[in-house]
């Protein structure tokens, strides 16, 4: 059974950096999709990015763009969100999640189900 596990969540004034984790055991994250999707409380559950197995191709929501990173340690077995000039409405929780029928990412990546998810860790932007 694949398992996921995200860390790097906190707390962070507005205009400044986190760098989520997210890795990955029983599961080759190179060779698939990985997700990151966000979830604040009372809203509905939006996906942030997507990174491809094998060719690395990247996919960012409009809001993100130009401001998070998404990227892939194949050493370590792990997908990493850098996320800067960060915002009070990026205050959510963050997961990431994987499945083995994906390979590369679409620009539908927020739509698909996914089998396998993190726990999930809190990222709060604040003053």
């Known amino acids: 059974q694949a398992q996921l596990w995200e860390s790097g969540g906190g707390l962070v004034q507005p205009g400044g950096s986190l760098r989520l984790s997210c890795a990955a055991s029983?599961?080759?994250?190179?060779?698939?999709?990985t997700v990151w999707f966000r979830q604040a409380p009372g809203k509905v559950r939006e996906g942030v990015s997507c990174?491809?197995?094998?060719?690395?191709?990247?996919y960012y929501r409009d809001s993100v763009k130009g401001r998070f990173t998404i990227a892939l340690d194949n050493a370590k077995n792990t997908v990493y969100l850098q996320m800067n000039s960060l915002k009070p409405e990026d205050t959510a929780v963050y997961y990431c999640?994987?499945?083995?029928?994906?390979?590369?990412?679409?620009?539908?990546?927020?739509?698909?189900?996914?089998?396998?998810w993190g726990q999930g860790t809190q990222v709060t932007v604040s003053s």
């Open positions: 999640a994987t499945d083995y029928e994906y390979r590369r990412c679409a620009s539908n990546f927020y739509t698909r189900t996914y089998v396998h």
């Open positions: 029983r599961f080759a994250l190179d060779s698939h999709a």
């Open positions: 990174i491809s197995g094998g060719d690395g191709s990247t």
